[in-house]
């Protein structure tokens, strides 16, 4: 699905979703290595780095999994899921990784909205998130979307928001 470009802060382009197709692959593959890079990988960790991973996943996902990307200027710069359909569960699971270099223009929140439109439209009430306890920026962005977080272990917390709730506060 793609919507439609409009300028973000400062004039700048406001990035356009996309599935993950294969003319993305290399892209989402980019962003994983610049997190690699910056030391974030123990942030976000949903599957193996490795292209042989994305291009299976840019083919075909027969789970029923969702997985997005955020595109600025035809460079991806965000990477997005929603994992837990084809195990059975209700509740999907967002996944969400924001290219280093893009951060602090708002890509995060929009493609948080994004998500949680695709869970909508899919049937789902909520979703969850993990979060690694020291990962600030994180916590305080889920928080401010009206997720409840709770500890899940000693690194982890867990946290469910209510989309409809969510969306009455939007149309608000």
Not at 103 to 129: I, K, S
Request: charged share 20%.
């Amino acid at each position: 699905m793609t919507l439609p470009v409009e300028t973000g802060r400062a004039g700048t382009a406001a990035p356009v979703f996309q599935t993950l197709a294969p003319v993305w692959v290399a892209g989402v593959a980019d962003l994983l290595a610049a997190l690699v890079a910056a030391g974030e990988e123990r942030f976000f960790h949903p599957h193996p780095f490795d292209h042989a991973t994305l291009r299976r996943l840019a083919v075909a996902t027969p789970s029923g999994d969702e997985y997005h990307v955020a595109v600025t200027r035809s460079r991806v710069v965000a990477y997005g899921l929603l994992r837990g359909w084809g195990e059975g569960f209700a509740v999907p699971s967002l996944g969400l990784a924001v290219h280093p270099a893009a951060r602090g223009a708002g890509v995060a929140r929009r493609m948080m909205a994004h998500l949680h439109a695709v869970a909508r439209r899919r049937g789902a009430n909520r979703v969850r998130l993990t979060v690694v306890r020291g990962n600030r920026p994180a916590t305080a962005l889920y928080e401010s979307l009206g997720y409840r977080l709770e500890a899940l272990d000693e690194r982890r917390l867990v946290g469910v928001v209510d989309l409809e709730h969510r969306a009455e506060e939007q149309a608000a």
